[in-house]
């Protein structure tokens, strides 16, 4: 069973820089397509980024596009989340999300497994 880990979350001032990760153990992930999603304070959780399993494909929400970059490491078993010109609205849970179907898109129900999130707060 394919665990994901997140880390890299914390607390950065409005403007600044973070890079998340997020790990998966139990088996290759190679095939895997990667997102990112995102849930603020007393709000539903929201698509942030998606990557494919050869990295040829990303996809991000209009929210961070320009800011935020996806990639991967199939060779770690990582991908990455670099955001930059952070505001305070970024501020959220983030959590990674996988699935080896082959699904590519930005809706929850396309990713079956899930990481236990990592918090980023932006103070203003």
């Known amino acids: 069973q394919v665990q994901l880990v997140e880390s890299g979350g914390g607390l950065v001032q409005a403007g600044g820089s973070l890079r998340l990760s997020c790990s998966a153990s139990?088996?290759?992930?190679?095939?895997?397509?990667m997102a990112w999603f995102r849930r603020p304070p007393g709000k539903a959780r929201e698509f942030v980024a998606l990557i494919t399993w050869s990295g040829g494909t990303t996809d991000y929400a209009n929210s961070v596009k320009g800011r935020f970059t996806v990639s991967r490491d199939n060779a770690k078993n990582t991908v990455y989340l670099q955001m930059s010109s952070l505001k305070f609205e970024d501020t959220a849970v983030y959590y990674c999300?996988?699935?080896?179907?082959?699904?590519?898109?930005?809706?929850?129900?396309?990713?079956?497994?899930w990481g236990q999130g990592t918090q980023v707060t932006v103070s203003s």
């Open positions: 999300a996988a699935n080896d179907r082959g699904l590519v898109g930005s809706s929850e129900s396309l990713y079956y497994l």
């Open positions: 139990g088996r290759a992930f190679g095939t895997f397509t």
